[in-house]
């Protein structure tokens, strides 16, 4: 059975500091993994990781795949208020092209 | 384009009774997913669907039903609503190799 794991659950530092959100996974038919953010509503899409290496950067936001071990990370620098939300992994199956999410990491950022 | 729309917003239900929750998105895409994300947890696919006249199984089905007769709808039936379908239910949708697009979302209390 498909699985996406991230950790940690929840994280609290505060404003300016450097935070990395991780995530596993185990899929049969991996095609893309991607990221959202989710504030009290639906997810926002962040990034769509294919190829292993390659880092994608969105402002402060960074993220970069390891498909040979099968982790992904999320890199956000000099936090604000604003980036406090739960952060969700997903995985796309290639042959059934659905979905797979993690329980997410809920993030804050005191001022 | 309206995106990905879905009716209601919140609804109250009691236990035994049934209702329809309603999506639609206007981006021609085939592929559409109801998900369902309880409090501080990651999204469950209830059930997707390829394209028009197809639907499967996601994690979580029971419970539910879904049809798919035209490419903009993708009504999600519940029959026989129990207190263990509390949840806030998402809809998506995308057309490879897009992101998926998720609707705001359907707020439903079961009691």
């Known amino acids: 059975e498909d699985k996406v794991v991230q950790s940690p659950l929840s994280l609290v530092v505060h404003e300016g500091d450097t935070v990395t959100l991780n995530c596993s996974y185990e899929v049969t038919n991996f095609r893309s993994l991607l990221w959202y953010k989710q504030e009290k509503k639906a997810p926002t899409f962040l990034f769509m990781l294919?190829?292993?290496?390659i880092e994608k950067k969105s402002g402060r936001l960074s993220s970069i795949l390891d498909k040979k071990e099968l982790f992904s990370i999320l890199n956000i620098t000099a936090t604000q208020t604003g980036d406090s939300a739960v952060y969700l992994c997903?995985?796309?199956?290639?042959?059934?092209?659905?979905?797979?999410f993690g329980q997410g990491t809920r993030l804050t950022i005191n001022p | 384009n309206a995106g990905v729309t879905q009716t209601p917003k919140f609804r109250i239900l009691k236990i035994g009774q049934s209702m329809t929750l309603q999506c639609a998105q206007d981006?021609?895409?085939?592929?559409m997913y109801w998900y369902r994300q309880d409090p501080g947890m990651g999204l469950k696919l209830i059930y997707y669907s390829v394209g028009a006249g197809i639907t499967d199984k996601g994690e979580v089905p029971n419970g539910y039903n879904v049809s798919r007769s035209t490419t903009e709808d993708f009504p999600l039936r519940l029959e026989l609503a129990a207190p263990s379908q509390t949840s806030v239910y998402f809809c998506a949708s995308f057309r490879d190799p897009e992101t998926q697009y998720f609707g705001p979302g359907t707020r439903l209390l079961v009691l």
């Open positions: 294919t190829s292993s290496g």
């Open positions: 997903a995985v796309r199956d290639a042959r059934a092209q659905k979905l797979v």
């Open positions: 981006m021609n895409h085939n592929y």
